[in-house]
């Protein structure tokens, strides 16, 4: 069982926005501004989209956003498109690196 | 832009140690810090360890009592061993770069290893 809770699924049509969630506690992610999004295709390697809550690695569209409120932290994935299909997944620090269990983004 | 990959055995028997290496380009091991990520097939991810060119290592608590990481700057590769391998260890090992805590922008493409007899 993953130390972050994210939902299973998340899905929305080209061009909408579409938010996944990351809870954690106070010991993590309410307590630490090291939370990073990775977002991973079928058979590959995962790939860093968004990293101290809020910062965007260099190539990383705009469309991505990152946000935290309290225990919970975001991914805000706005204008859909197709190859934005994936499993997404949160990380936090607090002494040690925990990941959430993943969530599969539709585009239908 | 640096470039990591891995490399070791496939399939392991259990009880036995698993040993792999990544070798890293475009860039120098003897900065940032470096980790081992794993994936069992169709599941999450798993932080290992992470270490520091300095030998500074910092290793899961789960995993603690299993885990060495150790670099070889002349190679510009860190290796990651793994003992009393069962069959949950089976999973796609990743090598990867941390820029910051919990931070990994690059990333190797994976190697699968299996834990059977």
């Known amino acids: 069982q993953s130390a972050l809770t994210q939902p299973p699924s998340a899905s929305g049509s080209p061009g909408q926005s579409v938010t996944i969630s990351c809870t954690g506690t106070?010991?993590?992610?309410?307590?630490?501004?090291?939370v990073s999004w990775y977002q991973q295709h079928p058979g590959k390697a995962p790939k860093l989209m968004i990293y101290?809550?809020?910062k965007r690695p260099s190539g990383v569209p705009d469309r991505f956003f990152g946000s935290k409120s309290g225990n919970t932290a975001s991914l805000t994935v706005s204008g859909l498109q197709a190859e934005d299909e994936a499993y997404y997944y949160c990380?936090?620090?607090?002494?040690?690196?925990?990941f959430g269990g993943g969530t599969k983004l539709t585009v239908l | 832009q640096v470039q990591l990959q891995e490399s070791g055995p496939g399939l392991v028997k259990p009880s036995e140690t698993l040993s792999l290496t990544c070798t890293v380009s475009?860039?120098?091991?003897?900065?940032?810090?470096w980790s081992w990520i794993r994936q069992p097939p169709g599941k999450g991810l798993e932080w290992i360890v992470y270490?520091?060119?300095?030998?500074?290592?910092y290793p899961n608590p789960s995993l603690k009592s299993r885990v060495t990481i150790s670099l070889d700057t002349s190679k510009n590769q860190f290796s990651l061993e793994l003992t009393s391998l069962t069959a949950a260890d089976t999973a796609v090992y990743y090598c990867?770069?941390?820029?910051?805590?919990?931070?990994?922008?690059?990333w190797g493409q994976g190697t699968l290893v299996t834990v059977s007899s």
């Open positions: 990380s936090s620090y607090a002494g040690r690196v925990e």
């Open positions: 101290e809550v809020t």
């Open positions: 270490t520091y060119y300095s030998g500074s290592t």
């Open positions: 106070s010991s993590d992610i309410g307590g630490y501004n090291y």
């Open positions: 475009g860039g120098s091991i003897s900065s940032s810090y």
């Open positions: 990867a770069r941390s820029i910051s805590w919990g931070v990994f922008d690059s």
